[in-house]
């Protein structure tokens, strides 16, 4: 009975991890370039971040950057120029990665390096808890049981994603192996045709010289 149960809270606290987990993302942009973070992402999840700039040098004022996000087919779902800080939130229309690349405004090229602070929070984190539970008058451990369940689900629909992925592997695997086969009997088939051909071109050469 004991060892049930403790089975039962680690698997509460994973689950409350999943809840309340983010991905908080430091990146260090030179005065020229671009520096990129990729997310693979399912269809019809909610992405929500937050980026803010913090100059290494202490520049004032703070040096402005350029962010643009982008879908796995290259569609633009964000695109902002001369910011320090700002906020993207979308709903993934496609499976894929996601990119949100970041670099440092023209005018601000002779600062140095620029670090920026990004707060990137996909599915059942990025769900604004609180106004749920003012909609629903819910708190407490009620609230906390709603989030579970939430993070059940996210975990749910994460499991199928990667199965449709590894049956989508398996399909083009198993293709392939096809293909190689076929070639290779292919192959096999030519080597012994020429090999016939060499064989009767010998034959007659020696015969026609007498040698046979």
Known sequence: MGAGADVRTGLLLILLCVVQSSDAIWLSLPGS??????????????VLADYVVISDDHVHPTPTISTKVTSPYGNTLYNKDNVTHGQFAFTTSEAGNYLA????????????????????????????????????????????????????????????????????????????????????????????????????????????????
């Open 33 to 46: 370039g671009t520096k990129c973070v990729s997310e693979e992402i399912q269809n019809n999840v909610v």
């Open 101 to 212: 690349c970041f670099w440092v405004d023209g005018q601000n090229s002779g600062v140095g390096d620029v670090s920026v602070n990004l707060d990137w929070r996909m599915g059942i984190a990025a769900k604004d808890w609180e106004s749920v539970a003012r909609k629903e008058k819910i708190e407490g451990v009620e609230l906390e049981l709603r989030k579970l369940e939430g993070a059940v689900e996210a975990i749910h629909e994460n499991l199928l994603y990667l199965k449709g992925r590894e049956a989508e592997m398996r399909g083009v695997s198993e293709k392939t192996n096809a293909r190689v086969a076929w070639f290779s009997i292919m192959s096999l088939g030519v080597c012994i045709l020429v090999s016939i051909a060499q064989i009767g071109f010998l034959k007659r050469y020696f015969q026609k010289k007498k040698l046979i």
